[in-house]
């Protein structure tokens, strides 16, 4: 049987070796000028914490479904920053290090001939820190600085072709709007410090049920009003990097100007972290929460109400694109819209379609934006008009363009499909929001007309002007098989990939009692009490 000791220092130690990594890579290339060198070891350090994520879900999953708490510098909670990871933690930290292993696989190929391969793979690394430390701390303050740790990393990546101005341009615009986002949820974190005198969360899962900490800071302000000024300002930091409606405006400039990979990673991943943030705060620590119930329930209506509108935005948006990494990154906004949409609904029910949608759609868009990749990197051009007929010379990338599409608009057996039946059947249960349901249906019709547009541009189109034989290679097709693979798998295995995964990963972001518990144990630990 594993130790759970081992299990949570696997878990602390992900985002401290890709940190550690790309500090060091830069070093590393003064030495070491070949490509392939640079290669392997971004692979070889994420193929390790690829490794690790899988030990933290197994240990969760098999053998002890209690949290991981790491208590760094053996601070006890809450005087010190913790990391504590739960099953829904584990899944999406799993999802998120796959995710950036298959992205540097496919990136590869894709750097051929790229002069500053270094600085690529440094940002890379320093991202995924970034986003596993969100997904995995159990401090408010610590969650600000991975975010800025992911978003400044995400900044630089957006604007890595530098030569090319659209890349700069929504790298600045990018930047801007991502500063004002963490300076919001930063002055959120001074109302929440400045009313509960604390910043551990599952001490301030405790302070909202009128408990405490033994070795707590006292309540110092007034908890109603500290706390709609805490959720109000957080929701709309975590809405706006979400890309949630009205704050969607920069993504459709941003994921587009960004190496390829790159886009399937914001798409895939970062928007899923701000997600996940939302998760936390609305069901482990506020939710269920009498005092602030009101305000709980208030940004559950905006969440579906925002959904809704993001889903209609982004899929009408689709059909009028020419552009075909735009055109994808629309499709991000009509999936976001469905996620808020579940996690709105604030049940088990939609809650567990949210979070399977989750993975499903980081898998999807990811490929969907490396077949596009690849498409580009042979035609030499993203406009559908210079795209077409490319497909032909790329059987099996435009066979996985496919899967993919019909997977995210929505067509059975495939992966969503199987994850909006779910939120369908969510909403049928609740009566009165029974009107919703048409609106998934309408967006995934119109969905489907957009991917499917690309689609007969890219292969069923005459070609416009000869197109250069280039071989594509393996590095960035063995990533579109793999992807293409999930997408049939999940869908096919649904019924059990939830019973088994999800529902389990949802039932501990609703198990406030087991989060606070995992936290008063290792404090009781490294306390000596």
């Known amino acids: 049987m594993m130790d759970a000791s081992y299990a949570t220092l ?3 130690l992900q985002p401290f070796i890709a940190i550690a990594a790309a500090f060091t890579l830069p070093l590393t290339s003064l030495m070491v000028k070949k490509k392939e060198a640079l290669d392997g070891f971004a692979l070889t350090v994420l193929s390790a914490n690829f490794a690790l994520s899988l030990f933290v879900f197994i240990h969760l999953y098999l053998v002890c479904d209690k949290p ?5 510098g053996s601070w006890p909670p809450p005087v010190g920053i913790v990391y504590e990871v739960d099953r829904a933690g584990a899944l999406v930290g799993s999802l998120i290090s796959g995710l950036v292993l298959i992205a540097a696989v496919f990136s590869v190929g894709y750097l051929k001939g790229e002069e500053r391969v270094n600085l690529y793979y440094t940002l890379l690394l320093g991202f995924e820190a970034g986003m596993l430390g969100c ?9 600000f600085v991975m975010l800025e740790v992911m978003s400044v990393a995400a900044y630089c990546l957006v604007a890595f072709h530098r030569e090319v101005p659209e890349a700069i341009e929504a790298a600045v615009k990018y930047a801007i709007v991502g500063s004002i986002a963490t300076t919001a949820y930063f002055i959120a974190i001074a109302f929440v410090y400045g009313t509960f005198g ?6 301030l899962a405790l302070r909202l049920r009128e408990s405490y900490m033994p070795i707590s800071a006292p309540f110092l302000g007034n908890v109603l009003l500290g706390s709609a000024l805490f959720l109000a300002l957080t929701f709309w930091a975590f809405s706006l990097k979400a890309a949630i409606a009205p704050n969607h405006f920069w993504l459709p400039d941003a994921h587009p100007a960004a190496p390829s990979p790159i886009s399937a990673l914001l798409s895939g991943a970062m928007v899923k972290v701000s997600l996940f943030a939302l998760m936390r705060y609305l069901f482990t620590i506020f939710g269920g929460a009498v005092k602030v119930a009101p305000v709980v329930q208030a940004l559950n209506y905006a969440l579906i109400l925002l959904g809704g509108v993001s889903a209609l935005i982004g899929s009408l948006l689709m059909l009028t694109q020419r552009d075909l990494k735009r055109l994808i990154a629309y499709g991000t906004i009509v999936n976001v819209g469905y996620i808020a949409m579940g996690i709105g609904l604030a049940s088990p029910s939609g809650l567990t379609a949210a979070l399977f949608h989750l993975v499903n759609h980081a898998i999807g868009k ?11 990197h042979v035609a030499g051009a993203r406009n559908l008009d210079e795209l077409a007929g490319v497909g032909k010379r790329m059987p099996l990338v435009s066979a996985s363009y496919l899967i993919g599409a019909l997977a995210l608009a929505g067509a059975p057996p495939l992966n969503c499909f199987m994850s909006k039946l779910l939120l369908l059947v969510a909403y049928l249960e609740s009566t009165w929001l029974t009107p919703v349901v048409v609106i998934v249906v309408l967006t995934s019709a119109l969905t489907l ?5 690309a689609f007969y541009h890219i292969y069923a189109r005459q070609p416009a002007a000869d ?4 071989r594509l290679p393996a590095s960035m097709l063995a990533p579109l098989l793999v992807l293409a693979s999930l997408c049939i798998l999940l869908g096919l295995t649904a019924p059990l990939f ?3 995964v999800v529902s389990p990963a949802t039932s501990s972001l609703l198990s406030v009692q087991e989060y606070v518990s995992a936290a008063q144990s290792i404090m009781r630990m490294v306390s000596g009490g």
Request: proline share 0%.
């Open 10 to 12: 696997a878990a602390a």
């Open 68 to 72: 991981l708490v790491y208590a760094f």
């Open 135 to 143: 997904v995995y701390t159990g401090d408010i303050f610590n969650l």
């Open 198 to 203: 604390t910043l551990n969360m599952a001490d």
């Open 366 to 376: 990811s490929l969907l934006f490396m077949a596009s990749g690849a498409f580009i």
């Open 449 to 453: 007309m957009g991917y499917l547009k």
């Open 467 to 470: 197109i250069t034989s280039k």
């Open 498 to 500: 939830v019973e088994h």
